[in-house]
């Protein structure tokens, strides 16, 4: 039986820093895409984050709800519900 863990802990120590390393990547690339909307984004956080209404929100719905909530009227494309 140990011989079925050491195994699956040799795998996951190699694919462990692989994974990190392809979202970090994606994560860039995501953001390289839409550099265009970066300003725009984080001026609606610093302006609508401090909101009662953004707290409200949060308390009130799924975080599948607030997120498609949030970026709609950015003209982001948001999680199909």
């Not at 550099?35 to 308390?59: I, K, N, Q, Y």
């Amino acid at each position: 039986m140990s011989g079925g863990i050491n195994s699956i802990g040799r795998v996951a120590e190699f694919l462990s820093p692989l994974e990190v390393g392809l979202y970090l990547v994606g994560g860039v690339v995501v953001i390289v895409m839409s550099a265009d909307w970066l300003p725009h984004v984080l001026g609606l956080v610093f302006s609508e984050a401090p909101t009662t209404r953004s707290a409200m929100s949060v308390s009130a719905f799924p975080s599948s709800m607030v997120t498609t909530q949030l970026m709609i009227p950015v003209g982001v494309p948001g999680p199909v519900v």
